[in-house]
Nanobody
Framework: QVHLVESGGRLVQAGGSLRLSCAAS????????MGWFRQAPGKEREFVTA????????YWADSVKGRFTISRDNAKNTVYLQMNSLKPEDTAVYYC?????????????????WGQGTQVTVSS
């Protein structure tokens, strides 16, 4: 069992930056693919970015490409989402997720464990 806890979400002005953290307990994240998803009010949860277990493969949604970066620190059992040049449309609850796979999934259903989410609000 993997327990994920996100943190770092807050209110920020458009054009600003935030770094979200996803700390894991229970098992090491070293052999899990990791993903970040977000859900805006009234919308479905959507894919943001994902990283393979070894960090060799990464994917991004077109809406965040060039602005968001996913990374991991296996020693701290933590995954990060660096968000730059934030826009009001980035406002959402952000979730991290872990998948026990050698792939780099983009679909929600391919992930085994989820955090509770952290709120990011970008003001214009």
């Amino acid at each position: 069992q993997v327990h994920l806890v996100e943190s770092g979400g807050r209110l920020v002005q458009a054009g600003g930056s935030l770094r979200l953290s996803c700390a894991a307990s229970g098992r090491t994240l070293s052999y899990y693919a990791m993903g970040w998803f977000r859900q805006a009010p009234g919308k479905e949860r959507e894919f943001v970015t994902a990283m393979s277990w070894d960090g060799a493969i990464k994917y991004w949604a077109d809406s965040v490409k060039g602005r968001f970066t996913i990374s991991r620190d296996n020693a701290k059992n933590t995954v990060y989402l660096q968000m730059n040049s934030l826009k009001p449309e980035d406002t959402a609850v952000y979730y991290c997720a872990a998948a026990s796979t050698t792939g780099t999934p983009k679909r929600l259903r391919d992930y085994d464990y989820w955090g509770q989410g952290t709120q990011v609000t970008v003001s214009s």
